[in-house]
């Protein structure tokens, strides 16, 4: 019986272990909601407070300025920049004719620019005229997850918070594969795994244990869609699914440290998928190993 991997731990995270969900009470015992906006593209959430409580039960979303653990818990401390990123800065007031109040910041110097970085680090203060702040970033399955199913979330589009079937027709409009994307999230969030893009591996999702700062990402998720009769929807399947393809894949995978792992949905043909009812939808997963002959042969002697 094939062995499933188990997740990696990271090393030296200190951060504390929080709730898997935003589930925060009020005083008078109500569900407190965090306001967010839908721009067209993503979802954001402004309010620092919404922010940290987002990121650290359940890490949902993405800090906008930050690489990894967003730094927005620093307070009125002076941030902390790369000179690329101060250079962006400067380029953006200057095209969309920023007139605010400038702050100064601490820049430091790309480390894939210097050799010996840490021997020749010498910060500098500069101003910096842009006053980008950090917002947090929420994937439209996020944002749906947690309106309609943990219900702590209020999106407004165009001034009005917007209703549960209104923001699924406007992510309906917006991503293509919403509704198949927001399946596939769904069922690994229910399942407590803590999904998140998995663009960077050339995957649709990727699955982490607990989350990023405490574990590095187990599954690289692959979403393949068929219909009852077991035929590929090509409309729905954002890539080659051939075996050269999945192999090459697999490989990439193994390399770094994750196992791909495809997510077969059966789309159900005469009946609508919506958001009230995901039982007609009938998921399969597959496990891809590459067979190494010196290692998986028995013993035969």
Same mark, same amino acid.
């Given at each position: 019986?094939? +062995?499933?991997?188990?997740?990696?731990?990271?090393?030296?995270?200190?951060?504390?272990?929080?709730?898997?969900?935003?589930?925060?009470?009020?005083?008078?015992?109500?569900?407190?909601?965090?306001?967010?906006?839908?721009? @067209?593209?993503?979802?954001?959430?402004?309010?620092?407070?919404?922010?940290?409580?987002?990121?650290?039960? $359940?890490?949902?979303?993405?800090?906008?300025?930050?690489?990894?653990?967003?730094?927005?818990?620093? $307070?009125?401390?002076?941030?902390?920049?790369?000179?690329?990123?101060?250079?962006?800065?400067?380029?953006?007031?200057?095209?969309?004719?920023?007139?605010?109040?400038?702050?100064? %910041?601490? =820049?430091?110097?790309?480390?894939?620019?210097?050799?010996?970085?840490?021997?020749?680090?010498?910060?500098?203060?500069?101003?910096?005229?842009?006053?980008?702040?950090?917002?947090?970033?929420?994937?439209?399955? +996020?944002?749906?997850?947690?309106?309609?199913?943990?219900?702590?979330?209020?999106?407004?589009?165009?001034?009005?918070?917007?209703?549960?079937?209104?923001?699924?027709?406007?992510?309906?409009?917006?991503?293509?594969?919403?509704?198949?994307?927001?399946? %596939?999230?769904?069922?690994?969030?229910?399942?407590?795994?803590?999904?998140?893009?998995?663009?960077?591996?050339? $995957?649709?999702?990727?699955?982490?244990?607990? @989350?990023?700062?405490?574990?590095?990402?187990?599954? *690289?998720? =692959?979403?393949? %869609?068929?219909?009852?009769? @077991?035929?590929? *929807?090509?409309?729905?399947?954002?890539?080659?699914?051939?075996?050269?393809?999945?192999?090459?894949?697999?490989?990439?995978?193994?390399?770094? $440290?994750?196992?791909?792992?495809?997510?077969?949905?059966?789309?159900?043909?005469?009946?609508?998928?919506?958001? +009230?009812?995901?039982?007609?939808?009938?998921?399969?997963?597959?496990?891809?190993?590459?067979?190494?002959?010196?290692?998986?042969?028995?013993?035969?002697?």
């Amino acid at each position: 019986m094939m +062995e499933l991997p188990q997740p990696k731990p990271k090393k030296n995270c200190r951060l504390a272990r929080d709730l898997p969900l935003p589930i925060v009470f009020k005083k008078d015992g109500t569900l407190k909601t965090f306001a967010a906006c839908f721009n @067209g593209f993503s979802v954001t959430v402004a309010n620092p407070e919404d922010m940290k409580t987002l990121i650290s039960k $359940g890490y949902f979303g993405k800090a906008n300025l930050s690489r990894s653990h967003p730094q927005f818990s620093r $307070g009125d401390n002076i941030q902390i920049v790369r000179q690329r990123q101060l250079t962006v800065r400067k380029a953006c007031s200057e095209q969309f004719a920023i007139k605010m109040k400038p702050e100064k %910041v601490i =820049v430091v110097p790309d480390s894939d620019s210097e050799n010996d970085y840490f021997t020749n680090l010498r910060p500098k203060y500069a101003i910096d005229n842009s006053c980008l702040k950090e917002e947090l970033w929420l994937g439209l399955e +996020e944002a749906f997850f947690l309106t309609s199913v943990v219900k702590c979330l209020n999106v407004s589009f165009e001034g009005e918070i917007a209703s549960i079937e209104k923001l699924w027709g406007l992510f309906q409009n917006a991503q293509p594969n919403f509704t198949r994307n927001y399946v %596939v999230y769904f069922y690994y969030r229910c399942k407590n795994w803590v999904v998140k893009p998995g663009i960077k591996f050339g $995957g649709d999702f990727m699955l982490y244990k607990e @989350g990023p700062p405490f574990y590095h990402s187990t599954y *690289i998720v =692959v979403i393949d %869609v068929v219909d009852t009769a @077991g035929k590929r *929807i090509e409309s729905l399947t954002n890539r080659s699914m051939d075996n050269i393809s999945i192999l090459g894949l697999n490989r990439l995978c193994e390399t770094a $440290g994750k196992d791909l792992l495809i997510c077969r949905l059966k789309w159900p043909q005469n009946s609508a998928v919506t958001y +009230e009812d995901l039982t007609n939808i009938e998921i399969q997963e597959i496990l891809v190993k590459r067979w190494i002959a010196s290692q998986e042969r028995g013993d035969t002697a």
